[in-house]
């Protein structure tokens, strides 16, 4: 009988052989204790956290956490239903109020978690016989959520503004169109040119999604992303974004202005049939959205920070994944796998934690390290990182 895992063997073998050098495995470490948005305890060690996505640091925030504490006291530990049913308390609704507050938009929808609000929103919108053309180093939610939904899928290079045009233009006559596009793409840190692209999608009659889960909260002069930085907020159809960033909780949304956007509770899948939030992440959540309308010196400070580590990691001889830091992530680039791990793990030994990402997730094959920035790291931490750097990169052998 064939082995239904065998077609992971060699990924076996590749963690397997990874291990066998005596490597410190990556991908399974233990935070024994949280101190605080920056900072945990990890193999008894005090360590500095870079790779958290926390940009804003609000999982500390003294309001957050009395909101959560209140609505368990209140409501308990969780609503066992689906928001269509029973699962929909007065905090969902609070949530969703103040994400329109938020975005300045007519309409909010809230899921469990970020990943369902793209493979929810995606797979409803654009069905069979639609065309999606999208970046082809979007987020595995959104590969998903076109799978899930059955439509023509028509990726384009990684923001080429002419490859996207082309094959706009190929779509037949009368068809449904969705572009999709991220404000901040993950891996490198590198942010999309919004203004540009969406102009092309509407001349092309195509709506507009854009994911901008690695924006919210700091990129814009009101933290609502790149599409607002870029002026074209107002011509983007659907807005999606998480919880678990900024906001520093669980979950995830959608925003809209389009005046049939309510029919979705009614027909999205990944919302219609899964539990909705607990009480306590609602109410963390909104009130963290609250105060992120009002964040403007955390996130002047989180661009110092980006701008700082930046030119410090270029200085030293690092290769980065973007000539200028675009976004609050900055990923260096590591010769290999192999090589990438032993740096991880130099880097955990001095007290800092990264994220290293490997194929097939990276771009064009890179292993990276990638660095996430938060509006907590003080101006000494960012150095006290640099340094830690400079010494991890000697020693496993980069620098």
Known sequence: MEDLFSKFDPLIKQRTDL?????????????????????????????????????????????????????????????????????????????????????????????????????????????????????????????????????????????????????????????????????????????????????????????????????????????????????????????IGTFSKSVGTVGGFCVSNHPKFEILRLVCRPYVFTASLPPSVVATAATSIRKLMHAGNKRAHLWENSRVLHQGLRDLGFQLGTSEPQSAIIAVIMPDLEHGAGMWEALLHEGLYVNLARPPATPAGMTLLRCSLCAEHSAEQVQTIIGMFERAGKAAGIL
């Open 19 to 239: 291990l066998a050098t005596g490597v410190t495995d990556p991908f399974s470490l233990v935070m024994e204790r949280v101190l605080s948005p920056t900072v945990a305890v990890c193999n008894g060690k005090e360590t500095i956290l870079l790779g958290t996505y926390n940009y804003i640091g609000m999982t500390f925030d003294p309001d957050v956490i009395a909101a959560g504490e209140q609505a368990l006291e209140d409501f308990g530990t969780g609503t066992t239903g689906s928001r269509v049913l029973n699962g929909t308390y007065a905090g969902h609704r609070a949530v969703e109020e103040a994400l329109k507050q938020f975005y300045a938009m007519d309409y909010a929808m809230v899921f469990s978690t970020g990943y369902q609000a793209n493979l929810g929103i995606i797979s409803t919108v654009a069905g069979k016989g639609d065309y999606i053309v999208l970046d082809i180093d979007s987020h595995a939610s959104i590969w998903d959520g076109c799978k899930l939904g059955d439509a023509e899928v028509v990726p384009f290079k990684h923001n080429d503004i002419e490859a996207m045009e082309k094959r706009l233009k190929r779509i037949p006559e009368g068809a449904g169109k969705l572009v999709i596009l991220e404000g901040v793409y993950s891996m490198l840190g590198d942010i999309a040119p919004l203004k540009e692209m969406i102009r092309i999608a509407k001349a092309n009659g195509a709506m507009v999604l854009v994911d901008e889960a690695h924006s919210m909260g700091f990129i814009g002069p009101n933290g609502r992303g790149v599409a607002e930085d870029q002026g074209v907020l107002d011509q983007v159809d659907f807005v």
